[in-house]
C-alpha cells in the first residue's frame, strides 16, 4: 500500500517478460545482486519476493534520482 516496495509474483514469468525489456540480465540471482547493490532490501517471510527502498517511490519518479549503486571491486559509484 505504501509504494515503497515491489513483489515479484512469478519468478519465470519475470525473468521471461519483464527484466529483458528493462535489464541486462538473465539469471534471478544477478538481478536480485543488483537489487541489494542499488540499495533495495528483501522483505517478506519464506519465498515471498518483495524488494524495498526508501527512494523508490510509485508514481514520484523523481524520488529515484537518490538512488546510489554501492562501490563494488574498484568500480566507480553509479547513479540513476
Known sequence: PHGRAFRVLDEDTFMEEV???FFNQT???SFN???HLW???R???GNEKVWFNDNFLRGVPASM???V???IKGNTVGSI
Open 69 to 71: 549503486r554501492t562501490k
Open 33 to 35: 545482486r543488483q537489487l
Open 19 to 21: 527484466v529483458p525489456v
Open 27 to 29: 539469471k534471478i540471482r
Open 65 to 67: 534520482e537518490h538512488l
Open 39 to 41: 540499495g533495495f532490501h
Open 43 to 45: 522483505i517478506g517471510r
